[in-house]
């Protein structure tokens, strides 16, 4: 364990000096991981696993395209590929990856596998902390514990192929074994997390639902939307609008701010833009606190919980949804963009 000040602030993450991945490959030497869900999260943390050198299966419906897709990547039915039963079966460590609806339908095939001293594994605290709603309540002979990688499945895949990592948070709900807070960083760092920070299943979805809703999805979007569509009223170009709003900070600026912070930035910019960016900095952080106390509060109730499994559960959600995905491809904002994708130079 390392303390590490974050912001003046003191707090115990996990890295990899001190607990490298042979001592991982250790901890969990006799142990067969079911990756269940071949999705999101799914190929990225099971591929890892198993170029890590974990032993580690596939429980996927038969005959769809995420059945399809691990093929693809190499697993082999009857070998490392099995229906979601016999994959539970087989398992001492139960990776339950699939979407938050598809949890709720699956649960009864899980939770019939949980027999006394396995470990029931998440990477998003809903399913647990809104249990009254999603029916998961895992027996009390099993570990029940975390690891919520800051990112896509994607992302985790493509910096663990570059020799780096996604840092991920960690948590324990329930230690039977009396080992459940080792398999959790042992599996963090066999899915190739950076470095792991403790929490709590509760406040990992407190902040995942508000950091989707807010500013990495949703309140990024909206922001966009309200810059493009001003810009395009005040008679500026498609192509300039999208440049000034989206491109601009994508490729250029969120890269540095990534690499030196956004204090960095402010330093490292004309005397125009540090002195406009610092008056209005202020007056977008006050518009936007009441909107962020307000999804917190809704997240915290159980509303937000509440709104997606009544949604996701509808028979014609994917339908809807295909709708709600093509008018935001079809705006003139998202358009734009696909043109100025291609035009981007290609190496």
């Known amino acids: 364990m390392a303390t590490i000040n974050f912001g003046g602030v003191n707090e115990t993450v996990v890295t990899r000096e001190e607990f490298p991945l042979a001592k991982a490959l250790e901890t969990l030497k006799n142990e067969t991981i079911a990756v269940i869900g071949y999705g999101v999260q799914g190929p990225g943390q099971s591929l890892n696993l198993r170029d890590n050198g974990f032993r580690v299966i596939v429980g996927q419906r038969k005959g769809g395209k995420s059945w399809d897709k ?16 016999e994959a539970c079966e087989r398992a001492t460590i139960i990776q339950y990856l699939l979407s938050d609806a598809g949890q709720i339908a699956t649960w009864p095939v899980v939770k019939k596998a949980l027999t006394p001293g396995k470990a029931l594994y998440f990477s998003h605290g809903f399913g647990i902390t809104y249990h009254e709603q999603t029916g ?14 800051k990112g896509s499945g994607t992302s985790l895949r493509r910096l663990f192929l570059k020799g780096e990592g996604l840092n991920s948070s960690f948590a324990v709900w329930q230690d039977f074994t009396g080992r459940a807070r080792e398999r959790a960083v042992a599996l963090g760092i066999g899915v190739g997390s950076g470095y792991l920070f403790e929490t709590d299943f509760r406040k990992e979805v407190y902040s995942d639902l508000t950091g989707e809703r807010g500013i990495l999805m949703g309140a990024l979007a909206g922001l966009f939307e309200a810059q493009f569509q001003v810009l395009r009223k005040k008679g500026h170009s498609p192509s300039e609008a999208f440049n000034e709003t989206v491109e601009e900070l994508t490729q250029s600026l969120m890269p540095l701010v990534a690499e030196n912070g956004m204090d960095w930035m402010y330093a490292n910019t004309s005397v125009t833009a540090q002195r406009g960016a610092l008056d209005w900095k ?12 307000a999804l917190y509060d809704s997240v915290a109730s159980g ?9 996701g559960s509808k028979p014609d959600y994917r339908e809807k949804l295909e709708k709600e995905l093509k008018t935001l491809r079809e705006s003139e904002l998202w358009t734009t963009g696909a043109a100025v994708r291609k035009l981007r130079p290609k190496e």
């Open 70 to 85: 691990a093929l693809q990547d190499g697993w082999v039915e009857g070998r490392d590929l099995f229906e979601i039963a």
């Open 136 to 149: 998961i309540v895992p027996t009390k002979e099993v570990d029940v514990i975390l690891v919520a990688p």
């Open 282 to 293: 202020g007056k977008f952080r006050e518009a936007n606190i009441p909107l962020f106390e």
């Open 303 to 311: 509303k937000e919980a509440a709104r997606v499994i009544a949604e």
